[in-house]
């Protein structure tokens, strides 16, 4: 029996449009999911707050609503209802784990962010247990990731961007396009395959794991690849967060340049708020706006990449013949980028800031956790050796030389827009 019976199917982007907006709707309009407590210090406040009744409640109650949506999402794809039903109880199990580990003070103290327990967890199962074919197909890793993306557009703010002037947005193109270039050439030189040369360009340069999925989700990609590139942006920029506030107090930068070299060098907001914050508020005001500038461009790094994958991969007869037209550049489009720039525009437009501020910690939560479950699901589904076997060093290589431009690059601009 196919463990994929096709009932019903609407293209997977535009079900997570659908998805991504119904579940804006609900918590506009309907019902505002409560925000689980994971935060805790010693093993006697696990069973105060974490695993408090109330709280058990609430976790129980966020679970039915993303099974429900979840579900919803399955259908609507054509995938097995069956086979999700049986294999999301135990991705949000894992996932309420590494929630847990990462809601530790100690954890949060060095800005571990749960993405990378689910990742590890994920993993650790699927390389040490055999895990079922149908369990594996069963996954719904990209639905997951774009889910949390549309959902991640709520949050990018245009007012909260323009409140920094015209100098963050001018920073984050600056550095967007020249390390997303030099990137792209290094990854050539070391003769990295084409998808991870797109991913890697894409994190480092943009927003690290959001543009790494993004950029995956634009050219089709291996989540294989993806889960290797999430793991070097997650580790990369534990100790960036350390050190570079650390560099910047020795040599007295001024609070606004660090600020705006943190923003536009660390690949996470997680660490780039707390790199901020341990140099100052102004520094972290400033941080938080270039890396929001950073994000605005995400949606146009997606289209551009998916427009540039289309004409130079596209293998069909009419293409040898001619270019892709404009139907072949759409049908390859990733229309969850429609959904993340369309819940920005009305978030930013539409939406009081009264209401904003209402949701915005229960949509910030969902995001979270839509975002943990995937990379529990690329764990799963993804063996860790034989991608290190494929791809030798030469990624890593090429993510860290980058990486190293990027500081550079970043930090001159930074004194160039910032230091005067």
Partial sequence: MSTQPKQFNIHEDWTVVILGFLIIGISLFIFLPE?????????????????????????????????????????????????????????????????????????????????????????????????????????????????????????????????????????????????WYFAFWLCRKLKVDDELTMMISSAVSICGVSAAIAASGAIKGDSKKLSYVISIVLVTAIPMMIFMPMIAKYFNFPEEVTGAWLGGSIDTSGAVAASGTLVGETALKISTIVK??????????????SVYWTYSH??????????????????????????????????????????RDGIKDSLKNLQTIWFALAFTSIGLETNFKDLLANNSRKPLYAFLIAQLFNVIVTLLIAFWLFGS
Avoid: C, H, M
């Fill in 292 to 305: 929001f500038s950073q994000n605005v461009l995400l949606g146009l790094a997606a289209f551009a990449i």
């Fill in 35 to 179: 925000v689980p407590v994971f935060s805790w210090s010693n093993t006697s406040d696990l069973p105060a707050k974490v695993l408090d009744t109330n709280n058990i409640q609430i976790i129980f109650i966020q679970f039915l609503y993303l099974v429900s949506i979840g579900t919803i999402g399955a259908f609507l794809i054509g995938k097995s209802v069956k086979y999700f039903l049986l294999t999301f109880p135990i991705v949000y199990f894992l996932t309420l784990i590494a929630l847990i580990l990462a809601g530790n003070s100690a954890i949060k103290s060095i800005n571990l962010e749960a993405v990378i327990f689910s990742l590890l967890i994920g993993l650790a199962i699927g390389n040490f247990f055999k895990l079922p074919e149908w369990f594996r197909a069963a996954l719904s890793t990209e639905v997951f990731v774009k889910i949390g993306l549309v959902l991640l557009g709520t949050s990018v703010i245009f007012s909260d961007i323009l409140k920094a002037g015209s100098l963050g947005l001018i920073q984050a193109l600056i550095v967007v396009l020249s390390v």
């Fill in 314 to 355: 596209n293998n069909s007869p009419e293409a040898v013949a001619s270019k892709p037209t404009l139907k072949v550049i759409w049908e390859r489009f990733p229309k969850f980028v429609i959904g993340f720039i369309a819940a920005s525009l009305i978030f930013s437009f539409l939406i009081t800031s009264e209401t």
